[in-house]
């Protein structure tokens, strides 16, 4: 199996919007308090909520989920020499541990607008700018739910992200 960067950047996208969704159905379903990912991406750039989100899903959809996760996921199918179903699940398994147990914990130290308070809610614009609470270990701050959900979007941006460059290389 040779890497193929379209199909790569193809299959990023698909798994993000497939995943974006998902997030954003668990949120309404008050699963979680996780702020949209273009929020949180967003308001390291900017502290206006509107701006925020605007920058965020570029950065989300574009940057992160299509050319940075797509080519990496592309990467490792082709050094794995498989896109199967299953190597995508693993992939995405260890992806998602790898956010929950260091990326979520990091994010206070990197991010401008979230403070360590976990006493406050996950999203705060009452003063018109942006103020996030810290996630957590595995997003647990944000909702009793949100580390199953962590993993199981990471499982599921796998999954999908596997199906779409298989069937495209």
Known sequence: MTFELFPALV????????????????????????????????????????????IGAMIHYVVLGTIVFGIAYGALFTAFGSSS????????????????????????????????????????????TVVLSAPGFFGARWGAMTPMGLIVGHVVYGLIAALVYGALV
Request: net charge negative.
């Open 11 to 54: 299959a990023g996208l698909v798994a993000t919007l497939v995943m974006s969704a998902m997030m954003t159905m668990s949120a309404s379903a008050g699963m979680t308090r996780m702020p949209p990912m273009t929020l949180v991406t967003g308001a390291m750039m900017s502290g206006d909520p509107d701006r925020a989100r605007r």
């Open 85 to 128: 179903v299953l190597t995508g699940i693993l992939i995405g398994a260890a992806h998602g541990v790898v956010v929950g147990a260091i990326g979520m914990p990091m994010m206070p130290a990197m991010h401008p607008r979230m403070t360590a308070d976990s006493d406050g809610p996950a999203v705060d614009t009452s003063d018109g």
